[in-house]
């Protein structure tokens, strides 16, 4: 076990910087081929190249989901999508429910019925009718998709899969 | 010692068979679920096999020191602390794996490390802070049994002047030098941070070195009444502790070395840093409450 520590080590202190395919024993691939920052986003780092004796800036260090944050967070836009929506004046009737933005068929949804209240109502919200929580307001699911989300990775080889 | 995860294969093609009932959108991947792109923040793991062997492991090693002390042949169990030893590099292997090269580490992510680790550091607290509660107990109503007087009668206290004082020198200078360290990682300077944490190390082995002088030349034991147990438990304790941060302060070292730390993204380094102060403060309060007050 200590010879193969030791390995590993001389071999990461040898390697270059940022050589994230040495290690893939464990899940989500980012770095390889096909995966890349959907086009949405642009590498503002590209090209930095590393300067002996510089300890690296997290630009040129990050990856995965922690560089797609850094890079969304440079170009002013919003990784995540964990904002709660506020609801609009006019909105929540039947006629006009709320609009609930959705990756699948169903989301969770937590409406704060009331600003000083103390609980927030969780119900599962389903593709087709509107539903109402107990304040009476509507909710409806809309289905979206990636082009709605520009900077988001896109997984090349589905697409290539899917044709 | 390559452990591969083997559970993940399985587990998720038994997920992707349950995925695929939901009609995803082309978001995500229907293959396996390790390859599908989290939209949030937090890590979802992959299964893991370190939690279970690491109970494991130390079942093995908490059965060997009962053992041990009821004297029954202990050697089978020892390799309980083998595992636990083995769980402890792969378990680390993975976490450097998903934070610096898979990229999990989020701001969300790191927030919540850094949660965890202040709460090991209070829990820590809390273990001194029930010995010098024992301390105090007795040392500021002395029994009729020690002489009515702290210290008690017959115990020769070490002169806080000598050793205690340039230990306390060691470990303050080695906070300061640890704490140039950091900056000289965040402004970008990599051979001075290297150069700093080489000598934070070295002032930390110098003070175990002094602390065992101590030790082996102290002319009352852990068994010489209440002020013996008080005094050999706070610095025993202490001085494990010291060792355990020299040893993460090595682990970063080494992980520098590796390069695996940018100037803004260095939790571990951050995480021993506050350690090593931890430390430092509690040898503080050694010395001036145990050392000079109590003698």
């Known amino acids: 076990m200590a010879s193969s520590l030791c390995r590993t080590l001389l071999r990461s202190v040898r390697s270059p910087l940022r050589n994230t395919q040495r290690l893939l024993h464990t899940s989500a691939r980012v770095s390889a081929k096909g995966i890349n920052l959907g086009g949405g986003l642009e590498d503002h780092f590209k090209g930095n190249k590393e300067i002996e004796g510089q300890v690296p800036d997290l630009g040129g260090h990050a990856v995965g989901m922690e560089r797609y944050e850094i890079l969304c967070e440079m170009e002013g836009k919003d990784p995540w999508d964990m904002k709660p929506s506020t609801k609009q004046k006019g909105f929540g009737t039947r006629d006009n429910p709320h609009i609930v933005n959705s990756v699948y068929d169903r989301r969770l949804v937590g409406c704060i019925c009331d600003e000083d209240t103390g609980q927030i109502q969780y119900f599962w919200l389903y593709k087709g009718e509107p539903k109402r929580c107990y304040c009476g307001h509507f909710f409806k699911i809309k289905e979206i998709g990636s082009s709605d989300f520009p900077q988001y990775p896109r997984d090349e080889l589905i697409a290539m899969e899917q044709d | ?295």
């Not at chain 2, 068979?17 to 082309?26: D, E, P, R, T």
């Not at chain 2, 096999?49 to 908490?62: E, K, Q």
């Not at chain 2, 140039?180 to 002032?203: E, P, Q, R």
């Open chain 2, 1 to 295: 010692m390559m452990m591969k995860l083997f559970m993940p294969s399985s587990l998720s093609l038994f997920m992707s068979l349950k995925m695929k009932s939901l009609s995803y959108s082309n978001y995500t991947s229907r293959r396996m679920s390790h390859d599908i792109l989290p939209r949030s923040p937090y890590h979802v793991l992959d299964p893991s096999p370190w939690p279970i062997l690491m109970a494991v492991g130390l079942w093995g090693l908490a059965m060997t020191f009962i053992c041990w002390a009821n004297g029954v042949s202990c050697n089978m169990l020892l390799l309980g602390a083998g595992i636990a030893a083995m769980v402890v590099y792969g378990w680390t292997r993975d976490l450097v794996n998903e934070g610096t090269f898979q990229g999990f580490h989020t701001k969300k992510v790191q927030s919540g490390l850094t949660l965890g680790f202040i709460l090991f550091l209070v829990s820590e607290l809390m273990l001194f802070f029930s010995f010098f509660w024992g301390f105090f107990h007795s040392a500021l109503s002395p029994s009729l049994e020690m002489g009515c007087c702290w210290p008690p009668v017959g115990i020769d206290c070490l002169d806080w002047s000598k050793a205690p004082l340039h230990n306390t020198a060691l470990l303050v200078a080695s906070s300061c030098t640890v704490t140039s360290s950091h900056k000289y990682l965040k402004a970008g300077n990599f051979n001075s941070a290297v150069a700093m944490l080489i000598l934070t190390v070295f002032l930390s082995a110098l003070f175990v070195k002094n602390q065992y002088g101590e030790y082996a030349w102290s002319s009352f034991t852990i068994a010489d009444g209440v002020y013996g147990s008080c005094f050999f438990m706070l610095t025993g304790l202490h001085g494990m502790h010291v060792m355990g941060g020299t040893s993460g302060l090595l682990y970063c070292l080494v992980r520098m070395l590796a390069r695996h730390f940018s100037s803004t993204h260095h939790l571990a380094y951050t995480f021993a840093i506050w350690y090593w102060h931890f430390v430092d403060i509690v040898w503080l309060a050694l010395f001036f409450i145990i050392y000079i007050w109590g003698s």
